[in-house]
């Protein structure tokens, strides 16, 4: 599930296979309300992650650059950073 506080988005549960698709929808549809702002992706209270949350994340980096939206992810779990580094794209990860 993804609640927005201001122009935080916070992510709670699990971001796995089962859950990507539903996420990546309820982003966008959060997304298409924002223009030219900077917003956070708040992955502090994601309980598991896996491969997929990967993909979640870049799907909204590109609908947010597609909006001139500021996407920065703040407080990602370790086990996320890790699979970025194992598929060599943390860099491309807006840390905030």
């Given amino acids: 599930m993804i609640e927005r506080e201001e122009n935080r ?4 549960g699990p971001m796995l296979i089962a859950d990507a698709r539903a996420l990546l929808e309820a982003g966008r549809g959060l997304l298409l309300s924002e223009s030219g702002n ?3 992706l708040d992955l ?6 896996d ?3 990967l993909g ?5 980096l590109r609908t947010a650059n597609g909006r001139g939206v500021q996407l920065r992810l703040a407080n990602p779990p ?3 950073l890790s699979l970025a580094g194992l598929y060599g794209v943390s ?3 807006p840390l905030a």
């Fill in 38 to 40: 900077e917003v956070l």
């Fill in 9 to 12: 988005y916070r992510v709670t």
């Fill in 44 to 49: 502090g209270s994601v309980e598991d992650a």
């Fill in 91 to 93: 860099d491309a990860l």
């Fill in 56 to 60: 979640v994340v870049f799907g909204l």
């Fill in 78 to 80: 370790a086990g996320l």
């Fill in 51 to 53: 491969s997929s949350a």
